[in-house]
């Protein structure tokens, strides 16, 4: 059965810095796309970062770019992503999910429902 289990997350100040670790279990990790999404209270789920099989190709929002930082360690099975220079609007819990090849057509990684396994999420709580 696959696992994604996110860690890392916290309180941290405005202008602060997280990495947050996903460890994945149960799937031939070196095959899966990864990504990372956020949803805040009453808000949907938003894209934050995507990286490919082998880690050659990454993704991000347009307000992440140069803040976010997205790699993965297939030996280790586990995906990261490197936060800085956070902002209270930004205190969501964080996903991370994974994506087999050919699993949706013409995906773009943006979106959720392309990927078909999740985490349960890590809470970030980012204070003004």
């Known amino acids: 059965q696959v696992q994604l289990v996110e860690s890392g997350g916290g309180l941290v100040p405005a202008g602060g810095s997280l990495r947050l670790p996903c460890s994945a279990s149960?799937?031939?990790?070196?095959?899966?796309?990864m990504g990372w999404f956020r949803q805040a209270p009453g808000k949907e789920r938003e894209f934050v970062a995507a990286?490919?099989?082998?880690?050659?190709?990454?993704a991000y929002a347009d307000s992440m770019k140069g803040r976010f930082t997205i790699s993965r360690d297939n030996a280790k099975g586990t995906v990261y992503l490197q936060m800085i220079t956070l902002t209270p609007a930004e205190t969501a819990a964080y996903y991370c999910?994974?994506?087999?090849?050919?699993?949706?057509?013409?995906?773009?990684?943006?979106?959720?429902?392309?990927?078909?396994?999740w985490g349960q999420g890590t809470q970030v709580t980012v204070s003004s």
């Open positions: 999910a994974s994506t087999p090849p050919a699993y949706y057509p013409g995906r773009t990684y943006y979106r959720p429902p392309e990927y078909r396994n």
């Open positions: 149960g799937h031939t990790f070196s095959n899966y796309a």
């Open positions: 990286i490919s099989w082998n880690g050659l190709g990454t």
